[in-house]
């Protein structure tokens, strides 16, 4: 189920769609780079690069922290 629902929602995040992006926050300290939950547990980590979606990670809730601040250090 979380992979055809992150395919989903990353199909509708490429295709610029709306409501999937209503859902999206960006980071603090990292404008560039958004969030949006997947189901209840899981995040996916993205970044818009000329019109190009780039799925950066799909995490669990529990490790996003770590994972930002992995990003921040890049």
């Known amino acids: 189920h979380n992979q055809r629902g992150a395919l989903e929602l990353i199909g509708r995040l490429a295709a610029g769609r709306e409501d999937a992006f209503r859902l ?3 980071l ?5 780079v958004w969030r949006v939950r997947l189901q209840r547990s899981y995040r996916i980590l993205f ?5 190009v979606l780039r799925v950066l990670d799909i995490v669990h809730r529990q490790d996003l922290e770590r994972r930002i601040r992995v990003l921040w250090r890049q």
């Open 24 to 26: 999206a926050r960006p």
């Open 28 to 32: 603090r300290g990292m404008r560039e």
């Open 47 to 51: 970044r818009m690069d000329e019109g």
